[in-house]
Structures are given as structure tokens and as C-alpha cells.
DNA sequence: GACTATCGAGACCTTGCGTCTCGTAAGTGG
DNA sequence: CCACTTACGAGACGCAAGGTCTCGATAGTC
């Protein structure tokens, strides 16, 4: 059998030892003060048996956040049926998180792998950026047939501006909660013209 | 006088040198090839020389693009008097230039840099994102106040939007030219139905 | 029990950042 | 013209960290 691989199997415990102790220290140190030695030490591993299965450093870092022991919970978006409140309180949670360094570093580690190689870039967005990104346009789509939301804008469109607006004030260090509100409420604004105005 | 110094002068041309040799060598390179070294033996320069002026290699890149060795011309926008097309016209340059590997090595250091301390990131954002910003918010609030634009909306949220957009679909590699025109025609569009519809 | 691939551990090489030193050059003030 | 001060190029140096290599042990298969 080709599925059939003789010698000593690959061991489980220390692949997810491995991640979880990459997963820690990133948030512990920050991305770039986290050390293949110090992520092997603390899981107990050789260096070699982390080379043996990832290429580089950003790749057991990657993995990590792929396998979920790196989560960025601070993108899910609320769901309790008030879409204008659960976008604003989705801002307030994502800008809180974007005030806290270690967090600023993860979107770092992110947008160095996004704009490295083609390959490890698609991976990383259907990893990381797809989970957020789909979940979001979902709801929107979901709120446009249910007409709580006009379909003048495309929700792809609201999606794009609404994730754009977060990351671009998050990268300049601008305040968030206000201009935020502002685009929420422009966003959202068509339905209820068009129902009270006309 | 406190202006009187003594010793020595700063090289202006050895500055300059610098600068172009970190320039020059990130967009043949990539950012995370350049090396201390290697713009230090480009520019004809000491480790030290580099070192005295700046406090670590992102600031010396970061200073190139401040200094203009390394454009982004594609971030500036037309001003035809046509909001629309101005606007459609950005959103395919800015798209043909994130194309660019080069480009992105580049937004790559800025990111590097945003990220980094509070100091550098302000910094940054003054040379870097206000000369980008401002203007198209200028334009933006010219418009409006010659009534080619809704208020409904802030010029402020709006422009967030626009660059939040182009920003995100850049780093995640997704198709722009569609998407963008979509969300210009729906951010412009309040003017138009107030006008026609109602 | 032979074979094979993985394991932890750690020595080792290399690269690149940032510091330090040295002899020299380019200004200012006496 | 000469001290004084600061910058200059060059390069040695220390150090941290990435990545490779070796080694004896181990856990499976045949």
C-alpha cells in the first residue's frame, strides 16, 4: 500500500504541543520576540523535530493561527438580530482589541505573509481573512432578504468598506467608535430613507 | 547661540546616498532582503554613519519613501471635477500598482513601521497617510459643498471607506475595479436618489 | 529481532543587527 | 595657525536567532 509508512509514526501530542507553545508565546512576547528555541523548550521538543515539518518560523506561527490556537475573536460580529447595533459593537470590541500591542502584532505577522509569497498569502486568507470575512457577508445578505437592509448597496460592497474602514484606522492609529458609526449608519441609512422619505 | 554647532557638519550627500541605496535596494530586493550592510556598501557609507542618524532599518526605509526616493503616485487621485470617474480612474491605478510586488514590499515597511513604536508610527502617518488622506478629503468636502455630493454622509467616513477598501482588497489579493466601482456608486449615489426619487 | 523514521537534545554554522574603536576629515573659535 | 568638536569610512566585535547536523534513544512495521 502507498498509504502504508513504516518507522516511527509522527507524534500528535507533540505537533499540538508545538502550535499551542507558538500560539503562547505570541501573545505572551509578541510575533517578532517569539524564537524557534523558545517554542521549542517550552513544548518540550527538538528544534529539528520542528524543522522536519514546518519550512520557517512564520509557518508554525501561521499554523498556529490556521489550526485556531491563535484566534482573533475580536472580528466575529455579534449576531443578535439589531444589525446597526452589532456592527457598532463589533467596532467597539475590534477597536479595544487594536489598542492592545500584541493583537497589533498578529495583524503584522498577517500582513507580512499577505504580501509575501502568492502561495502562503491564498492560504493565509482562506484561513484567517475568509472565516471573518464570509461570516459577515452572510449577515448582511441575510438581512437584505429580509429587507432590514437595502440591496442598493451590494453587501459585498458593505463588507469590503465596513473590514476596510477597520483595518485602514486600526494601521493609522486613528480613533475608531465615532467614524464608525458614521459609516454604519451611512451604510445602513438607504432603507430607512427610502421608507421614511419617499 | 544655541543654533552655533561646533565640529563637523552632517553630510548632506552622504544622507542622501542613504537614502537612495535603501530605496534603490528595497524595490530590487524586497524590504525583508535589505540589509544594514549592504546600504551602508551601496551608499559608500559607515554602519556607524547610518546608525548615528537613524535608530533602526525601518526608519531608514521609511525615511526614503518620507523623502520621496520611493513614490506611491498611484495613491494620488485625479481631479478632473467628475468625482465618479476620478475616482474609478484612482481605483484602477491603485489596482495596477498593488499588482506590483514591488509595491507591496513597500506597503510591507510601512506596515512594519506602523506597527512599531508610537513614535515612528505618528511619524509615519504624517508624511505617509496624511498626504494621501487629506487631500481626498479635501475633495471630498469640495464636493460637497458644491452640492455634487450628499452630506448625509461625513466626508470623513467616506474617505475612510475608499482607502479602508482599496487597502483591504490589496492585502487580501481580491479583484478591485467591480468592487470598488461598487461602493463609490453606492457612497455617491445619496445625491442621485434624493435628486431623482424623491 | 531487523528495519525505518521520529524523537529530544544540543553542538554548530551563518546571517544580520547594532556597538565600539580608530585614524581621518571638515568645520568653528581663539 | 592651531586647538577643539563632531562627523566621516572602515571594519572588528558581541550577540541573538534562524537553520543544519549529529547522536543515541524510541516507537512503530515487517
Known amino acids: 500500500m502507498t498509504g502504508t509508512r513504516t518507522g516511527r509514526p509522527r507524534s500528535e501530542a507533540t505537533r499540538l504541543a508545538i502550535l499551542e507553545a507558538a500560539a503562547a508565546l505570541t501573545t505572551e512576547l509578541g510575533y517578532d520576540h517569539v524564537t524557534i528555541d523558545a517554542i521549542a523548550s517550552r513544548a518540550g521538543a527538538g528544534k529539528q523535530t520542528i524543522y522536519r515539518w514546518w519550512s520557517a518560523k512564520p509557518m508554525v506561527v501561521a499554523d498556529a493561527v490556521i489550526e485556531g490556537f491563535l484566534r482573533l475573536p475580536a472580528l466575529d460580529l455579534p449576531d443578535t438580530g439589531d444589525l446597526s447595533a452589532d456592527l457598532k459593537a463589533w467596532t467597539t470590541t475590534s477597536a479595544a482589541a487594536m489598542g492592545d500591542s500584541r493583537f497589533l502584532q498578529v495583524v ?15 492560504r493565509l486568507y482562506e484561513h484567517i481573512m475568509r472565516p471573518t470575512y464570509e461570516p459577515l457577508l452572510a449577515r448582511l445578505r441575510r438581512d437584505q432578504d429580509a429587507g432590514l437592509l437595502s440591496t442598493a448597496v451590494s453587501a459585498e460592497s458593505v463588507a469590503d468598506a465596513l473590514l476596510g474602514t477597520l483595518l485602514f484606522r486600526a494601521l493609522a492609529r486613528l480613533p475608531m467608535p465615532e467614524t464608525m ?11 430607512a430613507a427610502a421608507g421614511t422619505d419617499c
Do not use: F, N
Open 108 to 122: 503584522r505577522a498577517l500582513v507580512t505573509a499577505a504580501t509575501g509569497p502568492e502561495q502562503d498569502a491564498s
Open 181 to 191: 458609526a458614521g459609516i454604519i449608519d451611512a451604510l445602513l441609512a438607504p432603507t
